[in-house]
């Protein structure tokens, strides 16, 4: 990896051009976040930067109606890599985002110097609960494919890990794999208190420092990781 180059992260984007979605209503803070985002970026990630995004990038349904918000974040600055939310309905699941300037894990940089794995992820379920087999199939599905990306990058120098939802029912394989650190989305401000507790800025969990960018934690601002 070259020495210049720097990976920031900033997931949560909720953008929302051609459905007219406005985050306002869920605070004052999230007043302008798309212009806030754009300068703030440009103000922070040079240009052979690597740029992660950590889901839940368009509220669009459809994929036609994610367009002007994916071209939007390709413009970017930085190599911009993107996994998918659970808001990103409009992103068919387990492929990769297929748009220009955005790519998808398993990535490699730098002759293998740089490596990138990453999956949505899912939540514990919750014991009893009607839903729990359900999850369960979902979280251990996502285990699996996650378990692939670090493979494809297992022989990479220094490997990075991203996720949508926290990652903490993934640390055993994620630490195990060497992972420099994990970035990952989701947990808002306001959040209940028993997912608060998984917004972690920089601690190490596990042996493996985690930080969460939920882009309203972060003052819209993207997060150095490494």
């Given at each position: 990896?070259?020495?210049?180059?720097?990976?920031?992260?900033?997931?949560?984007?909720?953008?929302?051009?051609?459905?007219?979605?406005?985050?306002?209503?869920?605070?004052?803070?999230?007043?302008?976040?798309?212009?806030?985002?754009?300068?703030?970026?440009?103000?922070?990630?040079?240009?052979?930067?690597?740029?992660?995004?950590?889901?839940?990038?368009?509220w669009a349904m459809h994929r036609r109606d994610a367009i002007m918000d994916l071209s939007f974040l390709a413009a970017l600055p930085?190599?911009?890599?993107?996994?998918?939310?659970?808001?990103?309905?409009?992103?068919?699941?387990?492929?990769?985002?297929?748009?220009?300037?955005?790519?998808?894990?398993?990535?490699?940089?730098?002759?293998?110097?740089?490596?990138?794995?990453?999956?949505?992820?899912?939540?514990?379920?919750?014991?009893?609960?009607?839903?729990?087999?359900?999850?369960?199939?979902?979280?251990?599905?996502?285990?699996?494919?996650?378990?692939?990306?670090?493979?494809?990058?297992?022989?990479?120098?220094?490997?990075?890990?991203?996720?949508?939802?926290?990652?903490?029912?993934?640390?055993?394989?994620?630490?195990?794999?060497?992972?420099?650190?994990?970035?990952?989305?989701?947990?808002?401000?306001?959040?209940?208190?028993?997912?608060?507790?998984?917004?972690?800025?920089?601690?190490?969990?596990?042996?493996?420092?985690?930080?969460?960018?939920?882009?309203?934690?972060?003052?819209?601002?993207?997060?150095?990781?490494?």
């Amino acid at each position: 990896m070259a020495a210049a180059r720097r990976v920031w992260a900033l997931a949560d984007t909720h953008l929302g051009a051609a459905v007219g979605k406005s985050m306002d209503r869920f605070g004052d803070y999230w007043h302008g976040h798309r212009e806030k985002i754009l300068v703030n970026t440009r103000n922070t990630v040079g240009p052979e930067d690597v740029f992660l995004l950590p889901g839940d990038l368009s509220w669009a349904m459809h994929r036609r109606d994610a367009i002007m918000d994916l071209s939007f974040l390709a413009a970017l600055p930085g190599i911009k890599i993107a996994i998918k939310g659970n808001h990103d309905y409009w992103w068919e699941s387990g492929r990769p985002i297929g748009y220009p300037g955005l790519l998808s894990p398993p990535v490699r940089l730098g002759d293998g110097g740089l490596g990138i794995a990453g999956t949505r992820g899912w939540f514990v379920p919750e014991p009893g609960s009607e839903t729990e087999a359900a999850d369960r199939r979902v979280l251990e599905r996502e285990r699996e494919r996650l378990v692939r990306s670090l493979e494809a990058i297992a022989d990479c120098e220094t490997r990075l890990v991203m996720t949508h939802y926290p990652p903490q029912p993934f640390l055993p394989e994620i630490a195990a794999a060497g992972a420099a650190a994990v970035a990952y989305g989701h947990v808002h401000l306001g959040s209940l208190p028993k997912d608060e507790i998984l917004a972690v800025d920089g601690a190490l969990v596990g042996g493996v420092p985690l930080y969460c960018v939920a882009c309203d934690r972060i003052n819209f601002t993207p997060r150095r990781i490494l």
